[in-house]
């Protein structure tokens, strides 16, 4: 089992009257879930509240029901994340469908689930992820934008495209029928610290500021001190971040499960840019 102090805060913002960031934290299943809508009036709120909301109703309903079928190369836990994802875009997709206010609207998703001694983390977008260890943070997710695939494929193009192109999302709950999530499998060790946010977090603060503060703070005080200077730095979009800080780990399993499980993440990230 893994002992956890989680927090989560939301805020509008300096610029914008409403605010279509939603988070989910459910410490009882150690599922937690941060979701950036967007689309036109109110249609973002609605789309991030549809993923949360359903995220929340398929982990209540189905606990342990789907761990049957799914992609071999993912445990049956992570496979029961990814069709609780697949629950939330089709939930966006239909809404949009049915009503010409939603058309159009869709969110990014950033969520880890934590089972007796590992970390599954998956994303759809920009909301990214990252993972404190042995005093080092890295991003644990793979970012869905134009900028990040042509790094990946192309880099020497990206000076040829428009800013306000590289960063278009590739990919978000809710815009096509079908969605693909990134999965990150690894173990998890007492003090490891994971944060999941927003862009209108991460595009204001850096990763380096991020570790520091979470390192220094609890959760609850690291949520508010990265919110606050989010807005101290102009707050244009709204900000959103949840936090979840490993106090204990019961279980273990092979200490060369975790350099496993990244290997693979690699291996398949590889294939899938290269396809």
């Known amino acids: ?76 836990d992570a496979n029961h994340l990814v069709r609780g994802i697949s629950q939330a875009n089709k939930a966006v997709r239909s809404r949009a469908q049915l009503s010409s206010e939603c058309r159009g609207m869709g969110s990014t998703l950033a969520s880890v689930y934590l089972t007796d001694s590992t970390v599954i983390a998956a994303n759809v977008g920009d909301s990214p992820i990252y993972l404190v260890h042995d005093g080092a943070i890295e991003l644990i997710s793979v970012m869905h934008t134009v900028a990040a695939e042509i790094a990946a494929t192309r880099p020497e193009r990206a000076h040829m495209i428009d800013e306000r192109i590289l960063h278009m999302l590739t990919r978000a709950i809710g815009t096509a029928d079908d969605v693909l999530p990134d999965v990150c499998e690894m173990q998890c060790f007492a003090g490891d610290v994971l944060l999941l946010c927003s862009d209108g977090l991460s595009n204001k603060v850096s990763m380096d500021e991020i570790e520091r503060i979470i390192i220094e703070n609890t959760a609850q005080d690291a949520c508010r001190n990265l919110v606050d200077l989010a807005n101290e730095r102009g707050g244009e979009d709204n900000i959103t971040v949840v936090i979840i800080k490993i106090t204990g780990v019961d279980a273990h399993v092979h200490p060369f499960k975790r350099l496993l499980l990244r290997l693979l993440k690699e291996v398949k990230n590889y294939f899938s840019i290269n396809s």
């Open 1 to 76: 089992m893994i002992h956890v102090q989680a927090a989560g805060l939301t805020d509008v913002g300096k610029k914008r009257d409403g605010n279509e960031d939603a988070y989910f934290i459910d410490d009882a299943r150690q599922l937690y879930v941060v979701a950036d809508g967007m689309g036109g009036h109110l249609a973002g709120e609605v789309a991030s509240g549809l993923v949360v909301e359903t995220l929340q109703s398929f982990f209540e309903n189905c606990d342990g029901a789907s761990l049957t079928i799914g992609d071999d190369e993912l445990s049956a």
